[in-house]
């Protein structure tokens, strides 16, 4: 497996892919891989002839507050994962090497990133959409996976590679989640032992509110308050938000007919989570 650390070198390991004829497979990451993680590159690996992955925690969709600086960071590690999962390639530029002197352009997605994490973390969708159309471009894939459990970035990507006509696939792939139901992130070794306790209770809610829609349940209020008082009833969560909207256009819906997401991110002291459930989609994805 290569490691690069430029986009000369990414550049001509694709470039000698493809001239053989090979399909390549993108994971963007921000690394600190985990099983979540680790289910993409299987999946674009079964899709693909040829798999990257990148790693680069973004500071460009970070808050001025937000976890930058303390992000999880483990190159070594993510290496031998990486390779463990049949990898062919990891791009793991510098900051300088993403954002030279004199940057100045940025995508920026309407509407769907008004929402959601798009209220609590603005330009964080910006930064997300920037650094994604860098990376296509740089990685030219056939095909880049994305994790449900980010569901609204992955509505955003899929939306800004149709609206600026990237020739390329978007395959959503669903949460991997720890034993007792908690959705795999990076972020979880922020949380104390107490708090990773208590953030069982997202899971156990989305599960209670999909079990509602699944006896009948249609009415949008009605199931965002099963999810609020079941999470409201821990101490140690704090609510960010707690929404059903439609999909793929993420409307706000007041009686269920189509797929929606109902989505949450709630705090556990410093940490936010986020989750979500997909309801009325034949298989639960996006
Ligand atoms: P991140 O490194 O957190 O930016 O995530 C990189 C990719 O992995 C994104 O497409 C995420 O949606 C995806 N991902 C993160 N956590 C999970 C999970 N628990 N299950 C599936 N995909 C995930």
């Known amino acids: 497996m290569l490691v690069c650390h430029t986009i000369k070198e ?5 470039h000698q892919a493809r001239s053989r004829g090979l399909s390549v497979g993108f994971v963007p990451t921000m690394g600190y891989f985990h ?5 993409l590159m299987r999946r674009a690996k079964e899709a693909c002839d040829v798999v990257v992955v990148s790693i680069f925690v973004n500071p460009l969709q970070f808050g001025p507050r937000e976890d930058y600086d303390r992000y999880p960071r483990d190159l070594d590690r993510d290496v031998s994962l990486a390779r463990e999962v049949g990898v062919d390639a990891i ?3 510098s900051v300088e090497e993403m954002y030279p002197p004199g940057f100045a352009t940025y995508v920026d997605v309407e509407g769907l990133t008004e929402c959601l994490c798009g209220l609590s973390r603005p ?3 910006r930064g997300v959409a920037t650094v994604v159309t860098k990376l ?10 994305f994790g449900q459990k980010d569901a609204q970035q992955a509505l ?5 590679v149709e609206d600026l006509n990237m020739d390329l696939e978007i395959v959503t792939v669903p949460t991997v989640r720890e034993d007792d139901g908690l959705a795999m992130s990076s972020r979880n070794v922020y949380l104390s032992p107490e708090e990773r306790r208590a953030a069982a209770v997202l899971p156990r809610s989305l599960e209670a509110a999909r079990r509602a829609y699944e006896a009948g349940e249609r009415d949008a209020d009605r199931l965002v308050e099963l999810v609020r008082s079941m999470i409201a009833a821990e101490p140690r969560a704090e609510i960010d938000y707690v929404e059903l909207r439609s999909v793929p256009d993420l409307q706000p819906v007041s009686r269920l ?3 929606a997401l109902l989505a949450l991110a709630v705090r556990f002291g410093s940490t936010r989570l986020i989750d979500n459930v997909v309801l009325g989609s034949p298989d639960g994805v996006l």
């Open 91 to 93: 791009f793991h530029p």
């Open 35 to 39: 099983e979540g993680h680790l289910t």
């Open 257 to 259: 007919e189509g797929p």
């Open 10 to 14: 990414i550049r001509d390991f694709v």
């Open 156 to 160: 955003v990507i899929r939306r800004m």
């Open 136 to 145: 296509f471009n740089i990685v030219r894939p056939d095909r880049a996976f």
């Open 123 to 125: 330009g964080h969708f």
